[in-house]
């Protein structure tokens, strides 16, 4: 691990309860948190720009192709809205669900206008009010038990009015193998970002460490955040039967190399296009 004292200039460390937040995310109780509260920041200035553009060959094709604009749709696990705001941007009528507070609280900085909920995608609430439904950049691996997948696809399903459709992408176990144990770093004016990866081959799970310090304004004091995302990796037939379990149809498999996604985002990683049919 490189130290981060040396990366930028050994500023003076200053270490805070992990619970002040750094996007005013300190009302959120502790019951209610997500592993991405602490960090959320960091995830959407690391992350804005990487996943949409290489995905968007994927999300043209069996996506944005198939649903007309003015449709509603359900961003499933929608973040910081990154991919919201190309939604949004296509005429959309949007409405995002994540279960991090302070990530859908920057998305609604810039998307002040969207129907944006603090929701958990095994209890969604909704029935039969959207056309479409999309998740994306793995967000169900982030569900860590089968069971809660399960309910997870069944609440999309439940989502969808007849002929929904429902596009989602997860990892495989080959995109876990992948650079493991190096930290990646990310070193900007006011900020420095540590992310590393393990996985656990028996169990299937995967976890990826994410350090951030950032400077406080006006002052050389530095204050670090970190925290711990999970993830598990599913059989692709265990994906597919929750699939038909929940009642839909015309499910394909389309590994991301195949649907347009031609960079290092597409290793391991397959999508999935489903149909709630009447």
């Not at 991405?36 to 995830?43: L, S, T, W």
């Not at 969604?124 to 309910?151: K, M, Q, V, Y």
Request: aromatic share 10%.
């Amino acid at each position: 691990m490189p130290a981060p004292a040396a990366a930028i200039e050994a500023p003076k460390l200053r270490r805070e309860n992990l619970l002040d937040g750094i996007v005013g995310n300190e009302h959120i109780s502790t019951a209610q948190r997500s592993s991405y509260d602490d960090v959320a920041v960091m995830y959407h200035q690391l992350w804005a720009d990487w996943y949409l553009p290489a995905a968007m060959p994927a999300l043209e094709r069996l996506f944005f192709s198939q649903v007309k604009p003015g449709a509603r749709v359900l961003d499933l696990c929608c973040g910081s809205g990154h991919v919201t705001k190309e939604l949004v941007r296509r005429g959309y009528r949007v409405t995002g669900v994540d279960n991090s507070a302070a990530l859908i609280e920057l998305a609604a900085r810039e998307l002040p206008d969207a129907d944006l909920r603090v929701s958990d995608a095994r209890e969604l609430p909704f029935d039969g009010e959207f056309e479409a439904a999309l998740s994306t950049f793995d967000s169900l691996n982030h569900i860590l038990e089968l069971d809660g997948l399960r309910r997870a696809i069944a609440g999309a399903f439940r989502a969808l009015r007849c002929g929904g459709l429902f596009v989602f992408d997860m990892n495989l176990e080959e995109a876990y193998t992948a650079d493991l144990h190096q930290w990646s770093v990310d070193l900007r004016e006011n900020s420095a970002g540590l992310v590393r990866g393990h996985f656990d081959m028996v169990t299937k799970r995967a976890s990826t460490e994410l350090v951030w310090f950032v400077r406080e304004s006006g002052t050389d004091c530095w204050r670090r955040k970190r925290s711990t995302v999970e993830q598990q990796c599913y059989p692709l037939g265990a994906i597919l039967s929750a699939l038909e379990d929940a009642g839909f149809r015309q499910i394909e498999s389309i590994p991301a190399y195949e649907a347009g996604v031609k960079s290092e985002l597409g290793f391991g990683r397959m999508y999935f296009r489903a149909r709630r049919l009447c």
